[in-house]
């Protein structure tokens, strides 16, 4: 037996693949840009020197450009390593009463994971067909606290800016959470409803829009009491959780407003384009506000259903080092998640899958 019987165990979150080499990456809603030339030069000028000590654990340099940036104070600002890390320290400091927590039952699906590990009761809430949210289902109910993505992962549905606020406004005893890790890709944020709703805490990453996945970068935005809560679990765990280049790397994407403007410019453009070309092919699909379209299809082969034929894509697409998303899980194993790519990507892309359909 041993220490078996102490172990705390958990069923993981699965990321993305990570492939090596030379393949196509449309499944871990990257950005096919490079980031900011900014953040380029902000590395290049690191005093080497400078890592012999600990970063700022404050995180005041990062945390005051992003204040400025949404024209809050920097003391409603917290930072982590990636919006997984915010999210998680969210989980951990917001919920900690005995009602469930609510979340739909197709979103990010580490939210049930974060929930389980710190041991937060939690209800899923189903979305409708068309994966649009019943916000009657979160309007007269008692609950922990509230997680929406807004736009949705893995449908790309982006929820109208009255529906999110008529939830944070029927909840008052609770945390709503808007994860608005894809916001800049469309849909409307609810970060004005921040001023009169303290029970509204927002998060972003700079791992889609800033083109930064590799430096693990996220943060949140709320009232000053609320981020003081968070930083009281945060140094309870690991007061140091941002390192000294990603500190640099992020202030400077988050400064380059031009650049920042043009990569979603062109990613939106593409992902419009993508839509077209999936109609063309007979796909079916949400209208996306995201840097990824979530797809079915009815099938192409006698007695093909929609799931045989997702998966049959999914492993054709990778033996030709095309990388999408597949998800095998019930409601959504009939659906491929494909990240926006550049435009080449797309056109390599489409020649593979038109293959794969004759
Ligand atoms: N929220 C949602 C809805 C996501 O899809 C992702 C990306 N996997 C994240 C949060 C986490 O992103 P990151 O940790 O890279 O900031």
């Not at 049930?112 to 109910?141: C, M, Q």
């Not at 449908?155 to 406004?169: C, F, K, L, M, Q």
């Not at 790397?249 to 070309?277: L, N, P």
Request: aromatic share 10%; hydrophobic share 40%; glycine share 6%.
């Amino acid at each position: 037996m041993g220490y078996e019987d102490k172990v705390r165990r958990v069923i993981p979150y699965t990321p993305g693949e990570q492939p090596r080499g030379k393949v196509i990456k449309l499944n871990t809603n990257e950005c096919p840009y490079p980031p900011s030339p900014k953040v380029t030069e902000a590395i290049r000028n690191l005093e080497i020197s400078d890592l012999r000590k600990y970063p700022d654990p404050l995180c005041s340099a990062l945390n005051s450009a992003i204040a400025e940036h949404y024209g809050v104070n920097e003391d409603q600002v917290f930072t982590g390593v990636g919006s997984d890390d915010v999210l998680s320290m969210i989980f951990l400091t917001f919920f900690n009463g005995s009602d469930p927590v609510l979340f739909p039952n197709i979103t990010y699906s580490f939210y049930d994971v974060w929930a389980s590990v710190y041991g937060i009761p939690y209800k899923t809430v189903a979305l409708r067909e068309d994966f649009t949210l019943d916000p009657t289902e979160y309007l007269n109910t008692v609950n922990g606290g509230i997680v929406l993505a807004n736009p949705n992962a893995p449908t790309g549905i982006a929820e109208e800016y009255s529906v999110i606020r008529d939830i944070i406004e029927a909840n008052p005893d609770s945390m709503v959470v808007v994860d608005e890790a894809y916001i800049d890709f469309g849909g409307e944020t609810v970060l004005p409803l921040l001023k009169d709703h303290e029970n509204l805490i927002i998060v972003r990453t700079m791992s889609k829009s800033r083109a930064l996945a590799g430096i693990r970068a996220g943060y949140a935005i709320a009232n000053s009491r609320a981020i003081k809560y968070l930083n009281d679990v945060k140094y309870s765990v690991n007061s140091y959780t941002m390192n000294t280049a990603a500190l640099v790397a992020a202030k400077a994407a988050i400064e380059d407003e031009a650049y920042f403007k043009e990569i979603t410019e062109k990613i939106i453009k593409t992902r419009e384009e993508t839509k077209k070309e999936l109609r063309e092919l007979k796909f079916l699909f949400g209208d996306s506000k995201t840097n990824f379209v979530f797809a079915r299809h009815e099938g192409v082969r006698p007695g093909e259903s929609s799931a045989d034929f997702a998966r049959r894509i999914f492993e054709g697409l990778k033996e030709r080092g095309i990388f999408v998303r597949y998800f095998n899980k019930p409601i959504i194993n009939e659906y491929l998640r494909i990240t926006i790519g550049t435009e080449e990507e797309m056109k390599a892309l489409f020649a593979v899958l038109k293959e794969l359909m004759a």
